[in-house]
Every structure is written in C-alpha cells, then in structure tokens.
C-alpha cells in the first residue's frame, strides 16, 4: 500500500512516541521467530524496522547490543548475515509469551493472604496490599499464614485493586485498547498489506500491549480496577493477530526483496 | 445432705476464691428468678448465699448496692422483703443468656474484614487483628471494606487466633472446664442435695461460666485458639443445668425454711 497511507497505521498503533529500538526487536524476534532454528535476515529485519519507522543505524545498533546482551546470534550468510534467539533468549521469550498471548484472563482465582506482622515477608509473585496483605494466586501452604479465596463477584475496595494496578498503567491499557480498536477499524477500509507491512503491524500490535501484559499481574481480573481495560486489550489484541497472522519466515523473506524491489 | 460435704461441692466448683457477691447476686436473679413478676424472699437468698460460702451481712450490702444500681428493687413482706429485677435489670439478663445459656457454638460463619489503612475505622462486635484487619461475625455492606469468608476448615494462624481470645482467657476456660467436670464426677457420687443445695451449685456454675462466656467474641469456635475450651464449657454447664434444674421460686421458698428449720 502507499507509504503514507501505512504510516498512519503505524502511527495509529505506535501513537506518536516510537518504540524503543531494542526492546522493539526483542518482540519481533519472540513474535516472528521463536522455534527453535527460525532465523530473520539482515535485509528482512531492516525492511521491517524501516517500515516500523527505525531507521537501519539504529537497527544496527540494537541487534549489535541484543548480540551483546546474548538475546541474539548472527551468523553470516552469503554477502549479509541471519540472526536468531539465543537458547536464553527463546527460554525468555517462552516464558512472556502466556501472558502477551492469552485471550482470556490470567488465572480464575486468587487468595487473599495475610502474613504475621510481626514477621518481614515476601511472596514473589503476590501483589503486597500493605505490610501483612497480600493477594496471590496460589492457595498459601506455609505455616503461620492465613488465607482466604476471593469471591470473584466480590469486588476489590478501590484502596485494595489500586495495589493491583495503579492508575499510570490503567491508563496505559485504556489507551493500547483505543488504539487496537482503531486500527482493527482501519484494517478493515485499508487496501490489502504487503506481507512485510503486515507483519510490522503486527508485532507493533504485540509490543503495545507486551510491556502492559508483563507489568500487569498475573491474577484474575476481578482483583484489578474498573479502569483496567486489559480484558479488553486481550480480545482486540486477538482479533488483531488473526487479521494480521504471522508469515512464514521464508515467505516473508522473499516478499521483502520483492518489496524493497518494488 | 452435711454441711461439710456440700462445702467440698461448692469449692470444686468456685475455686478457693468466692465469687463477688454483687456480681454473683446479678446470676442468681438471672438464673433462678429472670422472668416478669418473679421474687425471691430475702431469708430464701440468705439460705442460698449462706450455702455459697457467703456472709448475711456481705448479702445485706451487695443487695443495698444492686438496689440503687437498678437491677433489683425490694418490696415489703410481712416480716421481711422480697427482691426482684427491675424492668432495666430483666432486660441486661435477658441479653446476656443467649451467650450464657447457649449450648453449640454461638455463630456459624466468620467473615475476615479488611479496612482502608488509610481511615480510622470503628467495628463494634468484631474483633480487631491488626490495625486494618477484623474478624467479624456479620458479612459488612459497607463500602470500601474488603471480607472474604472464613472458611470452617482452615484454622487461623496463632497470631490472629490470639486476638480472638488471649492467653488469660484461654486458661482461664481450661480452668472452668475442669471444674465442671469434677462438680459432675462428685455430683455422680453424692446423697441427694435439697433444692436450695441444688440451686445453690446450679447459681455457682452459671457463675463461673458466665464471665467467660460474656468476656470472649461472640464468633464461630474454629477462629479461636487450640487453647479456648470453651465447646468443653458449653457442654459441661448443660450438663450440670440439667443435672441441677431451677426449681419453682415457690417450692424453694418453702425448702429455704425448712433447711433452715433443720
């Protein structure tokens, strides 16, 4: 499609503050190329960072950190180079992708918990409402620990789900929702996308809302705030990738050429 | 049955240290003579307080006292007087007997309640954990509290069970129950008492218990401490009521004086 007629996609999905380059590849290699022997070409990877409004300089300098930082490997091929995850990379990007990719809430219950307060405590993975409450989403075994479930039609107090999720983050979910809404909306009157432009579309979809599913907890939704709209990110995210579905790797390769050709 | 004998009984059940006789006088009215237009003749309670270990003139005073606290008035009778509740005293001994009498537990459910830190909060009837943290008998409706059910199985933690009932208080069951136990053995093995002996130990369990039972939460038995005998205490004082019925204020009036006459 038209340059500029992209353009404003992506802006639609990215708003008018660019991705960090990074963090930006670490989601199209988690989104793109997670199994185990998939690899992205150079040229591939700087098509789609192109279309994603990176500039290559920067493409660079992030797969030479991503490198560094042993998310990546690269390996020559002919006058360019492939890159893929690491085997820590991929175990770190397994174990995002529950979160990024559920459609449907996290967990369906969750306990509240209350710790001696005589006693310092940590719960990894329990939101910490006060100093000897928390919420969890495991059932508690440990000694000295008192726990109750939480009815889902019980509705957290207001002080109790701002510890769930504060306000900045609420925020944020309200707005990838808009924005996916949005795009869904265009999707639908826009010419049809190249494979590249849509698999930067894509995984522009997915890190919109990556950094919010990995910040948020993973607890039933009923524990969050009413202005919480992940439920709502989580359908629109769906509806998303199965209008945008990921390409195979070799289709995508070859269609960049062809793109960049054109 | 000998004076000596029924001594023994009395010190089972009341310990080395005698009741105060203004808190016990409040039992016997509530116990033998709690409901409207019921009397008892002033020689019939110096026989009864005589039996427990009690002095006429210690009788006389604490009398004098219940009169211009409220509870009792006193009214003209040939030679001597009669005492009965006052509208006011009737009504404090008819809220006390469902926790006095009762022979199961006194709730069936408990309900965790969880207040804003950030407010100070008042909760009468319930009982105070922490400073956010209650456990109470009633679900609140009040907005901006979280609760949760207690379940029946789960057993609170020492740190919260000790709020429910202290140490003290736990002994103090421990103790109650005991007696009770021993004043049923003995009771087994003894001559037949007269009614006034009978009413006299029947006032002095109800005594004993009475103060405890007022003194911990009205909440279901599975919150307290492993400590807490209070079931055992329930069970044991329905055993000797039943043991020691209250007899018609009129038969023992005429026992009074004959035991006297004896």
């Not at 920067?58 to 006058?79: C, E, F, N, P, Q």
């Not at 180079?81 to 690491?86: A, D, E, V």
Request: hydrophobic residues 40%; charged residues 25%.
């Amino acid at each position: 499609m038209p340059a500029r007629a992209f353009d404003d996609l992506v802006r639609t999905i990215t708003g008018d503050q660019p991705p960090r380059v990074w963090s930006l590849l670490v989601t199209v290699f988690g989104d793109l190329a997670q199994q185990e022997g998939a690899r992205i070409g150079g040229p591939t990877l700087n098509r789609l960072t192109e279309l994603m409004g990176i500039k290559p300089e920067a493409t660079r300098v992030a797969l030479h950190r991503l490198r560094k930082d042993g998310w990546i490997d690269s390996r020559r091929a002919g006058r360019s180079s492939t890159y893929g995850l690491t085997a820590w990379g991929r175990k770190q990007s397994a174990a995002a992708s529950p979160r990024i990719y559920a459609t449907g809430p996290l967990a369906e219950s969750a306990w509240l918990v209350l710790t001696d307060p005589r006693e310092g405590a940590e719960r990894p993975g329990a939101v910490q409402v006060s100093p000897c409450i928390w919420i969890d989403v495991r059932r508690p075994d440990d000694d000295g620990v008192f726990s109750a479930e939480i009815a889902a039609d019980t509705g957290l107090p207001d002080w109790m789900s701002a510890k769930v999720c504060d306000a900045g983050t609420c925020s944020q979910s309200q707005d990838v929702s808009i924005r996916c809404a949005e795009l869904l909306k265009q999707l639908g009157s826009s010419p049809e996308l190249s494979q590249p432009e849509a698999a930067a579309l894509r995984v522009l979809t997915v890190h919109g809302w990556r950094r919010l599913a990995l910040k948020a907890p993973a607890l039933p939704d009923f524990v969050f705030p009413n202005g919480w709209h992940g439920p709502q990110c989580r359908s629109l995210v769906a509806e998303l990738l199965a209008a945008l579905p990921a390409p195979p790797l070799s289709d995508l390769e070859r269609a960049a050429q062809a793109d960049r050709a054109a």
